[in-house]
């Protein structure tokens, strides 16, 4: 009878498990949000231009230093932010790219996979 009572007293609608489970909710989603955007606003490392993959790539960070007679096609317009594989947004100084998973590259930078951005 009494486990009755309290099944219905704090197990109905509202009652006290309901708003219990309701509060844990919310604080245990409060707490993964907060998570998730600690977590998108950490910043990426930036590609190290001496990074083999870099080096093999003929990264720059800064277009203006590519060496033009061993990339005689780069044009000193084409930009990582202006590239396809860049995931930042256009004002951004610097993002990641696909090539680089996990890391940053300059917005201002160059690499000889550049391909424009539709
Ligand atoms: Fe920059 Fe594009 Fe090369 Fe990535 S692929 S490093 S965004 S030019």
Redesign the pocket.
Known sequence: MFIRQWNTANQGEGGFMKRIDRRSFIVRAAAVTSVLALTNTKALAD?DESDAV?VA?G?KADSKKVDSSKYPNHDVA????N?????GKAADRS?G????GGRA??AA???????KKA
């Open positions: 590609v870099a790539l990264y084409q930009l990582c932010g590239c396809k594989q860049f995931q993002g790219c696909s090539l680089f590259v300059a930078g160059w690499c000889s996979a550049w391909v």
